[in-house]
Nanobody, 115 residues
């Protein structure tokens, strides 16, 4: 059983920055991919970025350079740095963990960008 827990969301003013954290706990499954998704009200969940257990990042084409995914070396903890936040970034941000026969989601962390 893998548990995925996100943290770091909150209310931020436009132009501000935020760093989200996610930790997947449980057995060490070796090779895996951890990802950040987001879902704004009334929209479908969309991929923001992914990172492999080896540390290789991958960003969704629609995401701007304002997003940076990173991972603690050798650990199942990832981060999402979001800079120059815009009101359109308001969403619930979810962390996803995928490994062999494992597909786990966190509960999400709310990010609200508003003045």
């Amino acid at each position: 059983q893998v548990q995925v827990v996100e943290s770091g969301g909150g209310l931020v003013q436009p132009g501000g920055s935020l760093r989200l954290s996610c930790t997947a706990s449980g057995r060490d499954f070796g090779l895996d991919v951890m990802s950040w998704y987001r879902q704004a009200p009334g929209t479908e969940r969309e991929l923001v970025a992914s990172i492999t257990s080896g540390g290789t990042p991958n960003y969704a084409p629609s995401m701007e350079d304002r997003f940076t995914i990173s991972r603690e070396e050798g650990k199942n903890t990832i981060y999402l740095q979001i800079d120059s936040l815009k009101p359109d970034d308001t969403a619930v941000y979810y962390c996803h963990y995928r490994a062999f026969q494992i597909d786990a989601w966190g509960q999400g962390t709310q990010v609200t960008v508003s003045s």
